[in-house]
């Protein structure tokens, strides 16, 4: 059964780094998407970026434009997250998530295998 696992998360000041990481073990999969969501104590999941499989585009939620970047290696099955000028607000925990579809990518119903998470801690 094909798991996706995490790593990467951490406790950094503001301003600081981290970068995220996400690979599928268990299996072999291929999905047209891989994405990363968060969710906050007491607040929904909320959609964090994606990459498409199949042309490399990407998306972002408007806090992170030109602060994350999101990056793939398709023959490991692995993406990426990188977080530059962290924020407390950026403070939860992050899942990656796959998906069969290309679409409506912002929506955690169109993602079809979650990770577990991995919590980020930013503080002031």
């Known amino acids: 059964q094909v798991q996706l696992v995490e790593s990467g998360g951490g406790l950094v000041q503001a301003g600081g780094s981290l970068r995220l990481s996400c690979a599928a073990s268990?299996?072999?999969?291929?999905?047209?998407?891989m994405g990363w969501f968060r969710q906050a104590p007491g607040k929904e999941r909320e959609f964090v970026a994606v990459?498409?499989?199949?042309?490399?585009?990407?998306e972002y939620t408007d806090s992170v434009k030109g602060r994350f970047t999101i990056s793939r290696d398709n023959a490991q099955n692995a993406v990426y997250l990188q977080m530059n000028s962290l924020k407390p607000e950026d403070t939860a925990v992050y899942y990656c998530?796959?998906?069969?579809?290309?679409?409506?990518?912002?929506?955690?119903?169109?993602?079809?295998?979650w990770g577990q998470g991995t919590q980020v801690t930013v503080s002031s």
């Open positions: 268990g299996g072999t999969f291929s999905a047209a998407a």
């Open positions: 998530a796959a998906s069969p579809r290309g679409y409506s990518m912002t929506i955690t119903s169109q993602y079809d295998l």
């Open positions: 990459i498409r499989r199949r042309d490399g585009t990407t």
